[in-house]
């Protein structure tokens, strides 16, 4: 009997992630040479003791707190300002996209956020709203919402021109023609930007929760970092790229994967056969 298909796609994707994995074992190896070399753990952290913070992390039982409060806590702010720009940034990108003059508008603007550094804003919204989850939320949201702005108005400008006027010679509500017409063809620049934004936000939140808070990951690193203990620290970083990529593997993969299918003149047809 000939072998089954199954087996040759297992071994296909055990050789992907043997081959995916071997430029970290190799990274770890020379950060471990390394280390020992220099000889100073709590500066230059080994591997082994990277690995006891983690499993201290992932006890729960942390210096400063429970470790799972305080991932909830930047979690909770990284959802929140992900969501906001994702919402916000979409309605005005539709906008800005449609209309030349709102673009031309908000451009000079849209840089200007997106050229002031994380830690600029974060400043100045302690000052204006003081120490709180308002802080880290309403910085992340001023620097992700200008990108999902800009995208998804070059996302709005490509949708195809005699749609929108076989939409308005059937006098197509303004609702009924964002629903039904600009949100399909916006959905893959959508869900590129929510895919960008949430990766940006990961590096982002952090920094923003560095200057005052009490709560979350970027408390525990300044907190070690104060002590000057990098172990710490470095597994922290490890826990947000862990963080990152499950989200991006289990949630925004499988979105990209499914609206990657959906795409060519067949989607003008069916947008077309629902205006009419």
Known sequence: MTAAPLP???????RRFAVSIVPILVAVGIWWVLTLLLDRPRVYPTPPVVAEALAQIA?????????????AATLFRLAVAFLVSLVVGTAIGILAGRVRIVFSLIENVLWVFLAVPSIVWVFLFAVAFGISNV????AMTALLTPMVIVNVAEGAKSVPS????????????????????????LVPY??????TAFALGIKLVVVTEVVGLATGIGYEVKYWYTRLFMGPIVAWGIV???????????????????????????RGVQIAGRIE
């Open 8 to 14: 040759r796609y297992r071994a296909t994707r055990w």
């Open 59 to 71: 006890s729960g039982e942390g210096e400063v707190g429970s470790t799972y409060v305080h991932i």
């Open 135 to 138: 802080v880290p939320i309403a």
């Open 162 to 185: 005699d749609l929108v006027e076989m939409a308005r010679s059937y006098k197509v509500g303004r609702l009924q023609r964002t629903v039904e017409l600009f949100l399909p063809y």
């Open 190 to 195: 959508i869900t590129s930007s929510a895919r």
């Open 240 to 266: 947000m790229i862990v963080i990152g990529l499950v989200v991006d593997r289990l949630v925004f993969g499988p979105i990209e994967r499914r609206v990657s299918r959906w795409k060519g003149p067949e």
